[in-house]
């Protein structure tokens, strides 16, 4: 080997060794095997043995017959030694709710990043995986699913007044809340007409539980009922019963809410808000009618006025002589008379 050639590998050695990897590797949590309406993780870390300068690049992931979230802004920092090489990169979840039962493949990922020391963005891929979604026992088929590994529900009760007379309100509050499963899956409450009550049921508030540190924890929904007291009597609210599948014991639990009862008073002096719009429209008719005679009489007067002032301008000049000989024609027999002037002010009109 001659002097140049060799002089070539030695500069070309460092940098081969220079250029940085970038690693893809993928987990399903909890496992293969999951249930209906249970949320999964499919984990990925990116990797690389130098540090990143710029966002990593995710693809879009769609599975039919599941729900699937992409990771939001959260991220995790992690160190792995693979071997005996240290690698520093981040960790990113998606989640997936499966909707029906049936196998599912999870296609390769094409992951995009910029590792510094690189001469361009490099590109990994990920090793396909597969799970299988089975429904949970003691759910009939059409009956709402729910799956978690834990469940919360609870209510409130608010009165409008106390006690409760016809024509007042009363709002009912339930709240569900569970642990890793999406908001979207919690499925409404059952409520039932109740005779003499009228329901107004309220949009539902429903988003993600958090740690405080942006990593969902769960879902949570709040529904609301407002119930208008149409006639005095004795009610009672159902009873709330959730059905729901427990992931960590495996498991089937029931969480139960107990029915309220409440007592409305009759109300002999209140009217509903519909019996006094007749009466509101009368009044206002009968209101514009007298406003508009009044302006009809004023209009008319101004009208008139007009009319004369526009009419008598040529008389004015031969007017004004005989009002002056009058008014004076008029002093002179007040003061003939000797009459006191009405105005004190005005004495020296009749001196």
Known sequence: MNKHALLGLLFC???MAGEPQLKVLVQLLPGPAVRVGEQAQLQVDVLTDTWFTAAVSLPALQLPGARVEAPGGEAEHLTQV???????GMRY?????????QDFSVPSLAIRAQPGQASAPLTAHSTPLAFKATRPPGFAPGEPLLVAEGLRLSQSLSTSATPL???DSLTR???LQADNTPALSLPAPLQVAIAGLRAYPQTPAIGNLDDGRGTVTGGQR?????YRVEQGGHYQLPAIRVKWWDSRNQRLQVAQLPAISVEALASSDYRPTF?????????????RWQLSRHALAWSATLVLLALAGYLGRQWWPRLLPLWRHAWATVRRVCRQLRLQPLNPRRE???P
């Open 222 to 226: 709040v529904d609301r009922w407002v």
């Open 173 to 175: 509050t339930l709240t």
């Open 13 to 15: 050695t460092p940098l």
């Open 165 to 167: 007379k016809v024509g």
């Open 82 to 88: 693979i071997d005996g090489q240290t690698f520093y």
């Open 275 to 287: 019996s006094i719009a007749q009466d509101l429209k009368d009044l206002g008719q009968h209101t």
């Open 93 to 101: 979840r998606y989640r997936i709710t499966p909707s029906v039962a």
């Open 348 to 350: 020296k009109d009749f």
